[in-house]
């Protein structure tokens, strides 16, 4: 696609429910990325792929958030039990190649407010 | 981890005025840096890039200056327009991770 697609645009949810979002990176675009934004706060990152296989998950807050590219292209972040503090944006990024001077980018992220 | 950070949370300016806005690295193995501006409910979009080998480069209206010596980063916005309110990311990359984002300067410019 033109961008990078993310769904869904806001998502409401009570604590301790399942949630998966779901980005879909540009075409050929073989590293994708997720990212959390807090309130104020710059994205702060979560994992990132290259191909199907997770090159750094360093990210993830907890054994509560997973992340999955089976294909090597569209991606779905899963979060079990979700927790209040969980609320957040989450972005998504996408680039030709991980690494050097490979330009990150970002789609219009998924706002996950957990009640 | 180490952290990209700002130094001004946010700054005012006048249309018409440059504006500069800065950014403090920590990490000595950084070797690409990049700013992004973000508009508000939308994702942070690419403004401009630079190698470690670099210490200066510039774009359409916009110019990067990298300081190694003092790990700092400034953006340069020249003519800057109402357009160009926003809030700005510098974040970094050393090899094999991914780019570390700092807190953000709000651009407010007024007309």
């Known amino acids: 696609g033109a961008g990078v697609s993310q769904t869904p645009s806001n998502k409401v949810t009570e604590k301790g429910k399942y949630v998966e979002l779901r980005c879909d990176p540009i075409?050929?675009?073989?590293?994708l990325y997720w990212y959390r934004q807090s309130l104020g706060q710059g994205p702060e990152f979560l994992i990132y792929?290259?191909?199907?296989?997770?090159?750094?998950d360093s990210g993830l807050p907890n054994d509560r958030f997973f992340a999955v590219r089976p294909e090597g292209s569209v991606s779905t972040l899963k979060i079990q039990r979700t927790e209040r503090g969980d609320s957040a944006v989450y972005l998504c990024a996408s680039s030709l190649q991980s690494g050097g001077a490979n330009v990150l980018t970002f789609g219009a992220g998924s706002r996950l407010t957990v009640l | 981890g180490e952290s990209v950070g700002l130094h001004l949370p946010t700054l005012s300016v006048q249309e018409g005025d440059n504006s500069i806005i800065n950014c403090a690295y920590s990490n000595s193995a950084s070797d690409y840096f990049i700013w992004y501006k973000q508009e508000s409910g939308k994702g942070p979009q690419f403004i401009i890039d630079?190698?470690?080998?670099?210490d200066k480069r510039q774009g359409q209206r916009v110019t990067v200056l990298l300081n190694k010596t003092v790990k700092h980063l400034s953006l340069q916005i020249a003519a800057t327009q109402p357009g160009d309110s926003a809030v700005y990311f510098c974040?970094?990359?050393?090899?094999?991770?991914?780019?570390?984002f700092g807190k953000g300067t709000t651009l407010s410019v007024s007309s």
């Open positions: 974040a970094d990359r050393s090899l094999g991770t991914a780019l570390i």
């Open positions: 630079i190698r470690s080998n670099m």
């Open positions: 075409s050929g675009h073989t590293a």
């Open positions: 792929f290259q191909g199907t296989g997770a090159a750094d």
